[in-house]
């Protein structure tokens, strides 16, 4: 099992920018892909962005793509998304995720640890 723990969320507003960071332990860090997911109160969860176990290969939800970036560092157990150009639409508990294997992916049930979220609003 993975422990993660989201930072970095906040209130911003509208064009700028966040870091939220994501540090994970438990199974070898290196092993697993990281995604990150957002949700709001009565909508459905939705992908944000992946990366694959070295970070060599990534994937973005196209309303964010151009405007996020996600890294990781393995040797610090951290995983990273980088928004920029902040939408008041971009507001939503965002959630770190551990995949089952080392492939990114952007299904929600491919992953099977969860952070407990972290709050980003934007406003306009």
């Known amino acids: 099992q993975v422990q993660l723990v989201e930072s970095g969320g906040g209130l911003v507003q509208a064009g700028g920018s966040l870091r939220l960071s994501c540090t994970a332990s438990?199974?070898?860090?290196?092993?697993?892909?990281m995604g990150w997911f957002r949700q709001a109160p009565g909508k459905e969860r939705e992908f944000v962005a992946a990366i694959n176990w070295m970070g060599g290969t990534t994937y973005y939800a196209d309303s964010v793509k151009g405007r996020f970036t996600i890294s990781r560092d393995n040797a610090k157990n951290t995983v990273y998304l980088q928004m920029n150009s902040l939408k008041p639409e971009d507001t939503d508990v965002y959630y770190c995720?551990?995949?089952?294997?080392?492939?990114?992916?952007?299904?929600?049930?491919?992953?099977?640890?969860w952070g407990q979220g972290t709050q980003v609003t934007v406003s306009s």
């Open positions: 438990g199974r070898t860090f290196s092993s697993y892909a």
């Open positions: 995720a551990a995949a089952r294997g080392r492939a990114a992916v952007t299904r929600g049930e491919e992953y099977r640890d």
